[in-house]
Nanobody, 123 residues
Framework: QVQLVESGGGLVQTGGSLRLSCAASGFTFSTLALAWHRQAPGERRELVAAIAPGGDRSTYGDSVKGRFTISRDEAKNTVYLQMNSLKPEDTAVYYC????????????????WGKGTQVTVSS
């Protein structure tokens, strides 16, 4: 059974930091590209960051460049999103997606989604 489970969301103040985790099971983690997407109420889901198998390539959305970092731990079958200098506009549900690299860059491409974790940044 394939599953992705996000954790680490919560309430933080503007300028604070938070680290999200996505634990994967049911497939070969080392071959899996992974991405973080987010969706705020009334808005479209958007790409936050993505990382290729082996971690040699990564991509970031324009709004988070320089503030967020995606990484993966092969021993723990887990991908992380380190979020620094948080802003109220970062408030959203954050979702983990696994699949082919080009597929996880989009919301419609083939892949497996987690259920999401809520991040709220207070002003």
């Amino acid at each position: 059974q394939v599953q992705l489970v996000e954790s680490g969301g919560g309430l933080v103040q503007t300028g604070g930091s938070l680290r999200l985790s996505c634990a994967a099971s049911g497939f070969t983690f080392s071959t899996l590209a992974l991405a973080w997407h987010r969706q705020a109420p009334g808005e479209r889901r958007e790409l936050v960051a993505a990382i290729a198998p082996g971690g040699d390539r990564s991509t970031y959305g324009d709004s988070v460049k320089g503030r967020f970092t995606i990484s993966r731990d092969e021993a723990k079958n887990t991908v992380y999103l380190q979020m620094n200098s948080l802003k109220p506009e970062d408030t959203a549900v954050y979702y983990c997606k696994g699949g082919r690299y080009q597929s996880v860059l989009t919301t419609l491409g083939h892949g497996t989604w987690g259920k999401g974790t809520q991040v709220t940044v207070s002003s």
